[in-house]
């Protein structure tokens, strides 16, 4: 069965070609989406007079459709708080990971977190039986073995399924708010490491990173300790690089982890050269000096201020009346920046 991007509508005649492109081209030069619209098309015609291969267009083409579906998909749940779960598809059912990942999707359901897999057999389809049909996405990848939807997810408006591993990994990343990872194979060490390279390097915002074993399993204990052995001793990472993942072995600290991360937290913004930190709860003037004290490592010049929010900040009016904790961040070390996060949520509140 051919996957959602790949039933395309059939190609749009030359005159309903040039009606939708007037009408896009009439559009005002302040509609944002329209001015990147019309980007997109000048992309398009450089394509053209690249004269590329047509595997080349082929890439371009598909990958293009994988992407317009999968957004369409998720836009109306973009509200939603969502966990993206990785992990082997070859655990059996009466594995005690299997069982703590059924449990784990459960939980965060009760969280008011929706779960994204996979979509295969193994943890993916425990994930989506402990959080239900209602609450899952399925992220499925075309592969010539092991990978067919399971039946949880199955024909499910919520799957979709790719043919690039790329423009999966993408959804996987952007669409959650927390990951979790399961013991698996190269590919949930493939995907684990690429969402902490990206958070680690600045390419995505910090997220809690959690990596889950059932009890009496070693997995992730002797992952990390490649991690401290091999990465660290040889300082090929920084020791607040260890900051960006817990690893935890019952469902409870997993979910205390989450919860713990988004306690005052809520998100961040660059505005120019400031990295504005927004608050769900404002920080007292002695919190905000005993931050300064402690982390002024982070800063290329100032102070940190706690202050409403940016001018720039407008076209998101939803959070425009949460506390902002502001400062030149120097962008070099994302596991200091998640220890500040860390620390913030730890201080006792006044609101």
């Not at 309903?16 to 098309?41: F, G, S, V, Y």
């Not at 996987?172 to 390097?201: C, N, R, Y």
Request: aromatic share 8%; hydrophobic share 40%.
């Amino acid at each position: 069965m051919k996957s959602p991007a790949a039933r395309s509508k059939p190609t749009p005649t030359k005159d309903e070609l040039l009606a939708q492109l007037n009408t896009l081209l009439d559009r005002p030069d302040d509609d944002l989406q329209a001015a990147l619209m019309k980007e997109i098309l000048a992309g398009v015609i450089r394509l053209s007079e690249s004269q590329l291969d047509v595997l080349d267009l082929k890439i371009v083409n598909r990958a293009l459709k994988e992407l317009r579906h999968a957004f369409r998909v998720f836009q109306g749940y973009r509200q939603r708080l969502k966990i993206s779960v990785f992990g082997s598809a070859r655990t059996p059912a009466d594995d005690p990971n299997y069982q703590l990942a059924f449990q784990f999707a459960r939980r965060m359901v009760e969280e008011g977190y929706m779960t994204i897999t996979g979509g295969a057999d193994g943890i993916m389809r425990a994930s989506q039986e402990g959080a239900g049909r209602e609450h899952s996405f399925g992220v499925n990848i075309m592969l010539p073995f092991e990978q067919g939807a399971n039946a949880v997810i199955a024909d499910d408006p919520k799957l979709v399924t790719f043919k690039y591993f790329f423009t999966r990994k993408l959804m996987f990343q952007k669409e959650s708010h927390a990951i979790a990872l399961f013991p698996g194979g190269f590919g949930t060490h493939d995907e684990g490491f690429e969402i902490m390279t990206l958070v680690q390097t600045g390419k995505s915002d910090p997220k809690p990173i959690v990596c889950l074993q059932a009890p009496g399993c070693d997995y992730w204990d002797h992952w990390n300790s490649f991690i401290t052995e091999q990465l660290l001793k040889r300082r090929l990472i920084n020791a607040e690089d260890l900051s960006l993942f817990t690893i935890v072995d019952n469902v409870e600290d997993a979910v205390t982890e989450i919860r713990t991360f988004y306690r005052r937290y809520h998100s961040l913004r660059f505005v120019g050269r400031q990295l504005a930190i927004r608050l769900k709860t404002p920080l007292t003037e002695a919190q905000v000096e005993g931050v300064q004290k402690q982390f002024s490592d982070m800063l290329t010049e100032g102070t940190f201020e706690q202050r409403p929010s940016l001018a720039e900040e407008i076209d998101e009016p939803g959070l425009k009346d949460l506390a902002r904790l502001t400062f030149s961040f120097n962008r070099r070390n994302a596991g200091r920046l998640r220890q500040l996060i860390n620390h913030l949520n730890q201080l006792p509140s006044t609101a």
